[in-house]
């Protein structure tokens, strides 16, 4: 099934990602960076703002899993997501166990870094970067979780040539060998890593 963040005339699609039994609790403040095709980012997150959905992103940073992911979809002035595996053995080790939702207590503003969903419950691994003010999807129940703390720019580099011409199923199913055959000027995250770890941070 597709997965993105929802306009106000779409529905709300995301992917699946697996709710592991031993998952470790996130600190309360850290920081994520994202080595990209374009540059460097730096994305700062709080668990008060999303717990499960930091929890979540925390342990599928620390497995490796954002590494070599492609920006599959890229919404000109809307978002780009990402959050496919590009192996689909690992894929499918995540995607059929979604999470349930936490409350939106942070607005999907420019920068901002949020789950995409399929509906309600459905938070797996995809993920979207809001590149405007997309508050709309806060009544939708897309609960921002943090935000591009250093290199906006290089996400507003994000090639939009594809726009939203892969198809999910196909990723899901080929993995990266799709999509660097069919989309080959694709950018993507090289490595993705958890710098900053503050426990006691409030």
């Not at 095709?37 to 490796?64: C, H, M, W």
């Not at 192996?87 to 920068?111: A, C, M, T, Y």
Request: net charge negative; hydrophobic share 35%; aromatic share 10%.
């Amino acid at each position: 099934q597709d997965e993105k963040p929802a306009t106000a005339e779409e529905t709300p699609n995301t992917d699946e990602v697996e709710v592991q039994s031993a998952k470790a609790q996130a600190p309360k403040k850290f920081k994520v960076i994202f080595e990209l095709s374009t540059g460097e980012v730096e994305i700062e997150v709080a668990r008060k703002l999303a717990p499960l959905g930091v929890d979540q992103f925390y342990q599928a940073v620390n497995d490796g899993f954002y590494d070599e992911c492609r920006f599959f979809r890229v919404v000109t002035g809307f978002v780009v997501q990402f959050g496919i595996n590009g192996d689909p053995e690992v894929q499918q080790n995540w995607k059929d166990h979604p999470i349930k939702d936490d409350p939106v207590l942070f607005s999907n503003r420019k920068g901002t870094i949020c789950f995409a969903t399929s509906g309600p419950n459905t938070r797996t691994t995809q993920m979207f970067i809001n590149l405007s003010d997309n508050s709309r999807l806060n009544k939708l129940g897309f609960a921002a979780f943090g935000r591009v703390n250093k290199g906006m720019k290089h996400i507003e580099a994000i090639t939009d040539e594809y726009g939203e011409q892969p198809q999910q199923d196909k990723i899901q199913d080929e993995g990266n060998a799709y999509l660097k055959e069919s989309f080959p000027k694709m950018d993507y995250i090289q490595r993705a890593y958890v710098v900053g770890r503050d426990s006691k941070a409030k």
